[in-house]
């Protein structure tokens, strides 16, 4: 660490990430057109289901577990805010918000 007075120690080194995160989409907002990244376990099935704020499902696709991720396009739904869910063997794993904006 070079010359320090008094003398510098390290303490702590803080532990790096066991492996990526297992989902995540990207821009948000968006103009319509998102990445979504993922990842499944081998013998698990996966959705992604967006849905308006009154609830109604907007978009659905099915997951393949060979692929880790690709682009979806609400380019065709109003400017908002969405909810996603990322759904795994029938249970919710993550879920949030994306703005849309055209």
Known sequence: LGAASP??????VPAAPESAAPFSL???PTSG??????????????WIAVSD???RE??????HPMLSGF??????QPNGIYLYRFIVNGTTRY????????
């Open 7 to 12: 003398p510098c120690w390290v303490t702590e």
């Open 26 to 28: 990207y821009p948000n």
């Open 58 to 63: 907007v978009l659905r696709k099915q997951l």
């Open 95 to 102: 879920s949030g918000k994306i703005e849309l904006e055209q």
């Open 71 to 76: 682009m979806l396009d609400l380019s065709n």
């Open 33 to 46: 057109k998102f990445r979504v990244q993922y990842m499944l376990e081998p013998g698990q099935e996966g």
């Open 53 to 55: 704020l009154q609830g």
